[in-house]
């Protein structure tokens, strides 16, 4: 799920997201939920995965279902959407089903996704700092239990770094990775010649 140690920030989901009332008139199959799973408006944060692309994804059904029928229809997301999905790491999409459902429903999903779209969660935040730090609204109270101006502006360097990894890797293709492997082979295979003892 963490294919770089900074990047570990989850964006989690859940299907189906219905009223109490409502979820018991309505009948969710296997595609409906692999669907929903993966709507921005099924999504627990504030920003929209299709402004992104997935590093990895981890789903978990619950209740009555084929093994093979979530496999399927988990590989026909991926495939039908395979733009917001990094391609330079195979097989980055897993599932997993349990067979009990929980309580008061027949069947759920629950979705956990490391996307670069969480990127526009940091930006905002950053945005809504930068202003306040400006003014130097709040600061004094921070400043008076010890803390020193230097930290904060510390802080809002490291997730501008942060937001910049997440861009780096949104960008990378495969392209990209395998002309790193080839110029790191052509360097074991080719060293560089010792130089010449010179003549005394």
């Known amino acids: 799920m ?62 009555r279902m084929s093994m093979r029928e979530v496999d399927e229809q988990m590989l026909n997301v991926k495939n039908k959407n ?16 349990c067979d009990i459902p929980p309580r008061g429903f027949k069947m759920t999903g629950t979705f956990i996704g490391n996307t670069t779209a969480i990127q526009e ?13 400006r003014r130097r609204a709040f600061l004094h109270w921070y400043t008076g239990e010890g803390m020193d101006e230097m930290e904060f502006t510390e802080a809002e360097a490291n997730m501008n770094d942060l937001v910049s ?17 080839e110029d790191e082979e052509e360097l074991h295979h080719n060293p560089e010649p010792e130089p010449e003892p010179e003549p005394e």
Not at 27 to 38: A, E, G, I, K, R
Not at 167 to 180: G, H, L, M, P, R
Request: some cysteine.
């Open 2 to 63: 963490v294919p770089f140690p900074r990047l570990h920030f989850f964006m989690p989901g859940f299907a189906p997201l219905t009223s109490r009332s409502n979820h018991t008139f309505r009948n969710v199959s296997v595609p409906d939920l692999t669907l929903q799973m993966f709507d921005a408006k099924n999504m627990m944060c504030a920003c929209d995965p299709r402004n992104g692309r997935y590093l990895t994804v981890a789903a978990v059904f619950r209740g």
């Open 82 to 97: 395979s733009s917001f999905f990094v391609e330079w790491i195979p097989n980055n999409v897993k599932t997993a089903v």
């Open 121 to 133: 969660l940091f930006v905002r935040i950053g945005d809504q700092f930068s202003a306040m730090f």
């Open 165 to 181: 990894e997440y861009q780096q890797y949104q960008e990378a293709t495969n392209d990209e990775e395998e002309e790193e492997e």
